[in-house]
């Protein structure tokens, strides 16, 4: 079973902010979180990770909630290109079988 | 640099014949791992490889088998194919095994068609 709970879909609007919610209770202290989203007809990408603290990069920010149970991932300004399934899995130093969810199917209104 | 590299992208095949997938990672990185994609089950683990061992396997029957070269080059095959295997496989590259903080580098997939 995957170790991230996260809503099937989600839409916004162009050129606004989008909150991606994933939950994570189970969590234990060696496990980072992990973003990647895929785009139609392509592998997934990289997106952004994070461990404790909020992190920040070109793409996207990381929210990480204090007791790590449940991250955020930020979109600052949505655009159609960012119009994606997005994953938020967990990886752990110890153990490399990485689970997939099933996602967060993100569409975006022109 | 040059991307993870898998090869064929298309391939179709007939049931009970065997499919050789490969998986070039990106120069350097060590780490190669498996992924079967389909639309029901979503993107499943197959196994991770460094350094030419098997690290991790996930829960797939014994007729899907992998094997990794020592240029880190790797390959996945399945035998005696069934219809449920049509998916996209992907293969995804990493510099170190065991890495939380690792980025994974996917490639474009293999996607097979069972008939």
């Known amino acids: 079973d995957a170790k991230t709970t996260q809503p099937n879909s989600m839409e916004s609007n162009e050129e606004e902010p989008v909150h991606l919610p994933c939950n994570h209770s189970?969590?234990?202290?060696?496990?980072?979180i992990h973003w990647y989203r895929q785009l139609p007809s392509q592998g997934p990408e990289y997106v952004i990770h994070?461990?404790?603290s909020n992190v920040n990069n070109r793409m996207a920010s990381l929210a990480i909630a204090e007791d790590r149970k449940s991250s955020t991932l930020i979109l600052h300004r949505a655009t159609l290109r960012d119009a994606a399934v997005y994953y938020c899995?967990?990886?752990?130093?110890?153990?490399?079988?990485?689970?997939f969810g099933k996602g967060t199917r993100l569409h975006i209104l022109p | 640099k040059a991307g993870v590299t898998q090869t064929p992208r298309y391939l179709i095949k007939t049931r009970g014949q065997q499919v050789t997938l490969s998986c070039s990672p990106i120069?350097?990185?060590?780490?190669v791992s498996w992924y079967q994609q389909t639309p029901g089950q979503g993107l499943q683990f197959l196994f991770e490889?460094?350094?030419?061992?098997?690290?991790n396997k996930g829960n797939f029957p014994g007729r899907f088998s992998g094997r990794q070269f020592s240029n880190s080059r790797s390959e996945m095959n399945v035998s005696t194919l069934e219809l449920g295997d049509s998916a996209l496989y992907l293969c995804?590259?990493?510099?170190?095994?065991?890495?939380?903080?690792?980025?994974?580098?996917f490639g474009e997939g293999s996607r097979l068609t069972v008939l």
């Open positions: 995804a590259s990493s510099r170190l095994a065991g890495q939380g903080a690792g980025e994974l580098f």
């Open positions: 120069s350097g990185h060590r780490s």
């Open positions: 490889y460094f350094s030419e061992t098997q690290r």
């Open positions: 899995i967990l990886r752990d130093n110890r153990d490399d079988k990485i689970i």
């Open positions: 994070g461990l404790t």
């Open positions: 189970t969590i234990s202290g060696t496990d980072y």
